[in-house]
T-cell receptor
Framework: GAVVSQHPSRVICKSGTSVKIECRSLDFQATTMFWYRQFPKQSLMLMATSNEGSKATYEQGVEKDKFLINHASLTLSTLTVTSAHPEDSSFYIC??????????FGSGTRLTVV | AQSVTQLDSQVPVFEEAPVELRCNYSSSVSVYLFWYVQYPNQGLQLLLKYLSGSTLVKGINGFEAEFNKSQTSFHLRKPSVHISDTAEYFCAVSEGRGSTLGRLYFGRGTQLTVWP
C-alpha cells in the first residue's frame, strides 16, 4: 500500500528559529500534498495544498511567509515554520493524494516551541 | 464549501457492545466519503471509504458504514467493540473532479472510549 513517511515525529526548538518538516511518498507519486495543523482535541485544519512544481495554495488566514511549503518533486514535500513562536506549537500532518490510492497521511510531527 | 457534521463529540461504550458514530454532510453534488481513525500522537489511518457502487462499505477492524444519499449520511458502525478501538474518529468528505479527489473536509471528530 501507499506510505507517506513524515519526519521528524517530534521536534523542540527555540523561539525565533526555523523548523523543517519533510514528507516523502514511498512507492508512489504524490501529485498533490496537503498540509494540516491540529490543535489538541480538535479536528484537522487545512493549511495549504501543493502540487508538484508549482506554488502552494494557502487557506485563508494562513501566513505563507511563515509556513513555507516546497513540493519540488513528486515524492517530497516540505513545510518550514520560519521564526517559530510558542503559538506555532502544534501537531502538523501531511497527506498525499494519488488517484488510485486516495489519501495517505503521514504520522505527524509534534512541534514544541520554547 | 462542504460541511461535515459529527453529531457526537464523545461516545462512551462498554466492551463488546455495538456502536454507531454519526456523520452527516452537506452537498448537492456527488461526493466521496471517508472514515479515519487517529490514535494519540499519530497520523490518520483509513478505516473505509465510499467512492461508488454498493452503499454498504466494509472496512478494517470490523467497521462498516452505509452511505445514505437521501439523508446525506455516512454513519460508522461496529457490532462489538474492543478496548483497542478507543481512539478519535473523523468523518471526511471530498468532491472529486476529473482525475483528482480534491481536498478533504473533516468533521470535528468523535472520541470513542471503550470501557471494560
Amino acid at each position: 500500500g501507499a506510505v507517506v513517511s513524515q519526519h521528524p515525529s517530534r521536534v523542540i526548538c527555540k523561539s525565533g528559529t526555523s523548523v523543517k518538516i519533510e514528507c516523502r511518498s514511498l512507492d508512489f507519486q504524490a501529485t498533490t500534498m496537503f498540509w494540516y495543523r491540529q490543535f489538541p482535541k480538535q479536528s484537522l485544519m487545512l493549511m495549504a495544498t501543493s502540487n508538484e512544481g508549482s506554488k502552494a495554495t494557502y487557506e485563508q488566514g494562513v501566513e505563507k511567509d511563515k509556513f513555507l511549503i516546497n513540493h519540488a518533486s513528486l515524492t517530497l514535500s516540505t513545510l518550514t515554520v520560519t521564526s517559530a513562536h510558542p503559538e506555532d506549537s502544534s501537531f502538523y500532518i501531511c497527506s498525499a493524494e494519488a488517484r488510485h490510492y486516495g489519501y495517505t497521511f503521514g504520522s505527524g510531527t509534534r512541534l514544541t516551541v520554547v | 464549501a462542504q460541511s461535515v457534521t459529527q453529531l457526537d463529540s464523545q461516545v462512551p461504550v462498554f466492551e463488546e457492545a455495538p456502536v454507531e458514530l454519526r456523520c452527516n454532510y452537506s452537498s448537492s453534488v456527488s461526493v466521496y466519503l471517508f472514515w479515519y481513525v487517529q490514535y494519540p500522537n499519530q497520523g490518520l489511518q483509513l478505516l473505509l471509504k465510499y467512492l461508488s457502487g454498493s452503499t454498504l462499505v466494509k472496512g478494517i477492524n470490523g467497521f462498516e458504514a452505509e452511505f445514505n444519499k437521501s439523508q446525506t449520511s455516512f454513519h460508522l458502525r461496529k457490532p462489538s467493540v474492543h478496548i483497542s478501538d478507543t481512539a478519535e474518529y473523523f468523518c471526511a468528505v471530498s468532491e472529486g473532479r476529473g482525475s483528482t479527489l480534491g481536498r478533504l473536509y473533516f468533521g470535528r471528530g468523535t472520541q470513542l472510549t471503550v470501557w471494560p
